[in-house]
Structures are given as structure tokens and as C-alpha cells.
């Protein structure tokens, strides 16, 4: 296989893996909270190849002598966009929408018995049943939403419950408002860092491999939300088109280039 061949295969490769980051874009265009993802591609290594004795224009030159032959471009790092979405209302009590970008919620998740801290802009809350006729407040698949003080528990039994625009968790029983709990948000300073976990939810890499400290990704806040209501995706379904059709282009011409090189050898292999 020819090396014009090769960069055609490694990059259509690389361009069907933009195409499904962009149907997931896409099938999630309605969901709660999600947020875009963006592709940035980046060329791979290139051979220099030094064939001019007497390069023109030596004098001066900026760009090297001889020919670069490039390797074809690979899908170098999928982006997080954190921007704001469309606030809708919704009337429900234990609905809530961050109002700044950047913001998160925590959530706990336990996996295979191990524990993390995730983060989430979905705040569509709901109270899972406990003991002792308490009640947990969590997400739609069951974990436990992080307060100030981790987990908000409280006594069940309640008339009516209310979330704050500062976070806070009232409830009324018999005439009278109690605090329960307290949503803790924090801001993802380096949101580039963070990675999908899945369940429209984000997690923190190991930090040691990138050498940062946590307060340096992820940094409490005062709460910015919106009760009552909930965040649209932030999928742009115009912009998603037009990136779908110039990378179906981009993988023809591809095909193309491997086509067109296929007849260039049989031609040669005709030749007597």
C-alpha cells in the first residue's frame, strides 16, 4: 500500500470517530443538561524528505528544504463546553437549573464498591425512601445528591418542600419551615480536564499523570440557580449539521484519494 494510501485509511479512521461524537451530539440534542462536545483534530508525525541539492530561493528560506510527508490527522482531544443552556420552567419544586457557566453539581456514584464524587448539570432531583422514614435527596438513577455536608438526609413526613435560588432546602411541617439541607455547587476552572462518565455525568482524570492539584480543576462556589426549573442542552443542531456534512465531505474526498490511487497502480502494472 502506497503512503498517500496509508494518510487516506488513518484519517478516514479518525473522521468516522468525529462523525459519532456528532450523532451523540445530535441523539442528545433534548436531553437535560448535556452538554457539547467538540472535536479537535491534530496531524501526526511527518517525514521530512530532503531531495533538492540546490533549493530555490535558499536565501531567506522560512520553510525547510526538500518535501514533508505527512502520516494523515487523528482526533486529538474531545472538548467539554460548560456554556449556559436554555432555561425552561418547569413548576416542579425539586427542579433546579444552574444560572453560570461552568457550574456543577456533585453527585455520588458507587461503581463495582468503589465511591466517587461526579458532577453533573442536570438538576432534576427526586427523594428516594431510606430508615427511620427519612428520605434522601438523589438524582433520576438513585445518587445521592452532595449538600455541604455530603448526602442531604432528612425526616420524611413533610407538607412541602422548596429548593432556593441560594440553595437552600426548606420544608414545611405543620404550618412551620425547617432547613434540611444545602446544595453544594462548585466551578470546573479547567473544564478541558474533565472526562465523561457517562449518565450525562463528568469525573476528574488522576491527577497525578497530569500533575494538577484539585483545587486547580475543580473550586467551590456560591450557589447561582434557577428552582423550578431545568437547563436545556446546549447542542447547537444547526451548527452539528454543518459539521456532520464538511466531515462526510472530508471522508469522500479520503475514499477518493485511495480510489484514484488504486487506478494510478493498476495503470503502472499495465505499463510494458
Not at 113 to 141: A, C, H, I
Request: no cysteine.
Amino acid at each position: 500500500m502506497s503512503r498517500m494510501m496509508i494518510q487516506a485509511a488513518v484519517t478516514m479512521n479518525q473522521l468516522q470517530n468525529k462523525l459519532d461524537l456528532i450523532g451523540h451530539n445530535l441523539a442528545n440534542s433534548e436531553t437535560t443538561g448535556y452538554k457539547n462536545r467538540n472535536a479537535d483534530f491534530s496531524s501526526l508525525l511527518f517525514q521530512q524528505i530532503n531531495n533538492m541539492n540546490n533549493p530555490a530561493n535558499a536565501e531567506g528560506r522560512l520553510t525547510p528544504d526538500g518535501v514533508r510527508v505527512g502520516s494523515g490527522a487523528k482526533l486529538g482531544s474531545v472538548n467539554i463546553d460548560l456554556s449556559l443552556g436554555a432555561i425552561k420552567e418547569t413548576g416542579r419544586a425539586l427542579d433546579v437549573a444552574l444560572q453560570e457557566s461552568n457550574h456543577l453539581f456533585q453527585i455520588q456514584v458507587t461503581e463495582n464498591g468503589v465511591t466517587e464524587t461526579q458532577y453533573s448539570r442536570d438538576g432534576s432531583f427526586y427523594l428516594s425512601p431510606m430508615e427511620n422514614n427519612q428520605v434522601m435527596l438523589t438524582t433520576k438513577d438513585g445518587h445521592p445528591v452532595l449538600g455541604a455536608n455530603g448526602p442531604i438526609v432528612f425526616a420524611d413526613g413533610f407538607d412541602d418542600i422548596t429548593i432556593g435560588d441560594n440553595g437552600l432546602i426548606n420544608v414545611s411541617r405543620g404550618g412551620q419551615s425547617e432547613l434540611v439541607g444545602e446544595l453544594s455547587t462548585v466551578e470546573a476552572v479547567r473544564p478541558r480536564l474533565l472526562e465523561a462518565a457517562g449518565d450525562n455525568n463528568f469525573r476528574l482524570p488522576n491527577l497525578d499523570e497530569l500533575g494538577y492539584a484539585f483545587d486547580e480543576i475543580i473550586q467551590n462556589v456560591n450557589p447561582s440557580m434557577k428552582s423550578g426549573a431545568l437547563e436545556n442542552s446546549n447542542v447547537d443542531i444547526s451548527k452539528q449539521m454543518t459539521d456532520m456534512i464538511l466531515t462526510q465531505r472530508s471522508y469522500q474526498f479520503n475514499a477518493r484519494t485511495i480510489s484514484t490511487s488504486d487506478q494510478m497502480m493498476g495503470l503502472i502494472n499495465q505499463l510494458r
